[in-house]
């Protein structure tokens, strides 16, 4: 009979290995959770901070997107989606259309928008800043769109 017992392991050892498994899968989806968390930090922390990039290169930049855009026959164009943590209020200035909502921009977003301000307003463009997606029912990201109608 010792030669079944081989065959076949008792549905307790079953459930156990099952359960192992099950407790294996969750630790690499927790790890891997850990990971992406961490990922997302590590760009918030980089986009808080002064990106090194100077005006000569942000305006090939930008050249660059408008003229595909226009080759597209585009009138505008999203340049940028921003986590709502990049804003003092996450957001809720832009989306209530409040005045002064530029005040609670930060880091790339500002450097962004003084950029057009001082460069791109002046050519006629225009800037838009909104709530871009609703993640259960609250603000998420926020697009900053570039336009020349």
Do not use: C
């Amino acid at each position: 009979m010792a030669a079944l017992d081989d065959i076949l392991p008792s549905a307790k050892d079953n459930l156990r290995k099952s359960a192992e498994i099950e407790a294996q899968k969750a630790s690499e989806y927790m790890k891997k959770q850990q990971a992406a968390e961490a990922e997302k930090k590590a760009l918030l922390d980089r986009l808080l901070k002064p990106s090194g990039v100077t005006d000569e290169e942000r305006m090939k930049k930008a050249a660059a997107i408008i003229n595909r855009a226009v080759s597209n026959g585009l009138t505008e164009v999203e340049i940028a989606r921003f986590s709502n943590k990049l804003f003092t209020d996450k957001g809720r200035a832009i989306n209530q259309q409040e005045a002064g909502w530029e005040e609670t921009l930060t880091g790339l977003p500002k450097e962004l928008h003084a950029f057009w301000k001082q460069y791109l307003e002046p050519r006629g463009y225009h800037i838009k800043f909104q709530i871009a997606d609703w993640p259960d029912g609250m603000p998420g990201d926020v697009s900053m769109t570039l336009m020349w109608r």
